[in-house]
């Protein structure tokens, strides 16, 4: 039977194999003399083939017999080695999800070809916050001045940032100074492996904030929907590398200022 046989190859056996088992189920009990008859299938193969099913648990030599004789083992076991591929498929799904990150930029460095992609809401945010874990690399962040105007972001953000230091993940960030910029540039910093530059001399109100990391740089719109782009390409994450360090070069003596008033306060 054809479906049978489709049937048979989904779940791993190979044609002659899927000819051998349908005919022992359909004809019972049989000697390789007899099988081969009737499969058209020379005796020396079936020696091999038998073996590779009875290891697969489809097939058995038939205790009742006198002399050598197979019989098939009930359908219901194909079911398992359905049941079992799926599992394995499964398992290999999940072990490449973990892997395609690497991979995907392997295979943009071959190429040269920057991969975009464009993601939508919470969720998105939270694929590229993950991907950031999954890759394990230093970050640079342009905030945003919408960056705290959400709970459900703010939430987010903050299970991040305590999942990165657990990797040791270390970010630099730019971006004006917020009303609590003081307690958290102080106390919070460090233990969330944080340096900042604030910009104070002239306005720098990002609409969307900037993530960079590994060959990646993701722009990130929070003001009304969440929109991310991600852009995978060596060569445009070193070009916002460089913009960058060029920001926090040209922020550092207006920082150093803020920072020394804070400390002038507080003696």
């Known amino acids: ?11 791993g056996l190979s044609d002659i194999e899927a000819t051998t088992y349908s005919t022992l189920l359909s004809h019972g009990s049989m000697s390789i003399l007899e099988l081969s008859q009737k499969s058209n299938i020379t005796r020396t193969n079936l020696y091999n083939i038998l ?4 290891e697969k648990g489809l097939v058995e030599q038939d205790p009742h017999a006198k002399s050598a004789h197979y019989i098939p083992k009930p359908p219901r076991e194909v079911k398992k080695l359905l049941e079992l591929k799926e599992k394995h498929l499964f398992m290999a799904k999940n072990t490449f999800d973990l ?5 995907q930029s392997q295979y943009n460095l071959i190429s040269n070809k920057p991969t975009i992609s464009y993601l939508e809401g919470i969720d998105g945010l939270a694929h590229v916050y993950q991907d950031i874990l999954d890759t394990s690399k230093d970050i640079l962040l342009f905030r945003s001045t919408h960056d705290d105007k959400r709970n459900d972001v703010d939430t ?3 299970k991040q940032i305590t999942q990165q230091v657990k990797r040791g993940i270390k970010a630099r960030v730019i971006g004006p100074p917020e009303d609590d910029a ?37 722009t990130v719109t929070i003001r009304d929907d969440i929109i991310v782009t991600l852009i995978d390409n060596p060569a445009i994450a070193e070009t916002f590398t460089v913009l ?24």
């Open 51 to 54: 073996t590779s099913l009875e």
């Open 244 to 267: 960058f360090n060029f920001v926090w070069e040209y922020a550092t003596p207006e920082h150093n200022k803020l920072v020394e008033s804070w400390n002038i306060k507080n003696a």
């Open 99 to 103: 892997l395609i990150g690497n991979l």
């Open 1 to 11: 039977m054809e479906i049978l046989d489709d049937i048979l190859s989904q779940a």
């Open 156 to 158: 987010l953000i903050q």
């Open 182 to 218: 003081k307690e958290l540039y102080t106390k919070l910093d460090t233990i969330r492996l944080v340096e900042e530059r604030f910009i104070t001399n002239f306005p720098f109100e990002l609409p969307a904030q900037i993530l960079i990391y590994h060959s990646k740089v993701a």
